[in-house]
């Protein structure tokens, strides 16, 4: 009897979760109710250049836009592509939160697809999820897969662990449940292990929707992880290679650009860009580069990327490694006979 009036009440447990988060479906079906809301932000500096890019998704039908901290910290202007094509001029940022990595900005939208918010409190370890972003830039790309659990840092922050793939370019997407709700806004990943993604919990997020008031773009907050330095947008010389780079350190991230390029390039869309995450006591990240190649007697122009640390800095010196390629096969425009070596960088 004791195990029949278990099973009931079991049951009916079961039944109020079920029924909360409403009808589950596959992931197919989530995407096609959710992704017309998530957007691909494109980030450009005083000149109008584009330095970086993330995700994001509607929360409003007036173009309320949930993003990281990081994707549009030190933007001067941004621009909003929506699934369907369509593009929207960032108007400004309602709500920032650099603790968090959580960032709201505003677009002139009008009766746009939103997503709505599940508590994050009610979910649990094993739940299937799913995450829509343009990791590369490779638009709405989707994975999947469940909530590994809950993890709070020590410093008064909760994540939702989660081991739907995640890479360079997700941030700021959002990590959604089997019924088209938003469980948190996916952030970050932990290199020294595999399927280590983390999002912000939609709780945390839910504080920030009610500001009203846009602040332009530059006001954003920046926050430097290194006390009494002054490396925030200093030139840095490499004692290996003799190019130039200007660094910026925003909280826990640094990110770097190539900035003496040949002229030649200097009015094309060529880049290379490093972003990377405190991780213990080095900095880690990828370097992302956009360049041409001669192949035969054309130009090729490839996106590459390779793995760079950095783990010492201070005002006078920048010691880390980098993923060096001894070869380039531009047919398929990957690196090839890899490996590490270390870079000196001084102040200019």
Known sequence: MKTFV????CLISFADKAFAQGPQHNVSEVVKATVDAVVLIVVNDDAGKPIAEGSGFITSPDGKIVTNHHVIAGARSAIVKLNNGAFFTVDGILADDPEHDI???????????????????????GDHVVAIGSP????????????????????????????????HGNSGGPLLTMDDKVAGVVTWKATAGENLNFAVPS??????????????????HKDSVVSGSSNDGKVWSSLNTGRDYKMRIDGEYIYVEWVNMPSALNSTAAFMRSELKKNGDKWIGKVR????YNYYANIKWCRMEADIEIDKISDTRIE?????????????????????????????
Request: charged share 15%; glycine share 8%.
């Open 6 to 9: 278990c099973a009931i009440i």
């Open 103 to 125: 960032a709201v900005i505003k677009v002139s939208g009008k009766n746009l697809l939103s997503l709505s918010f599940v508590d994050s409190d009610s979910l649990s370890a």
């Open 136 to 167: 590369l830039g490779l638009e709405n790309s989707v994975s999947d897969g469940i909530i590994s659990g809950f993890r709070d840092d020590g410093k008064g922050r909760s994540w939702v662990q989660t081991t739907v793939p995640a890479s």
């Open 203 to 220: 709780k945390t997020v839910l504080a920030l929707l009610s500001n009203s008031t846009v602040q332009p773009l530059g006001t954003v």
């Open 289 to 292: 580069s956009f360049l041409p």
């Open 320 to 348: 880390g490694r980098s993923m060096n390629s001894k070869s380039i096969n531009v047919r398929k425009c990957q690196p090839e006979k890899q490996n590490w070596g270390s870079f000196v960088w001084i102040p200019k």
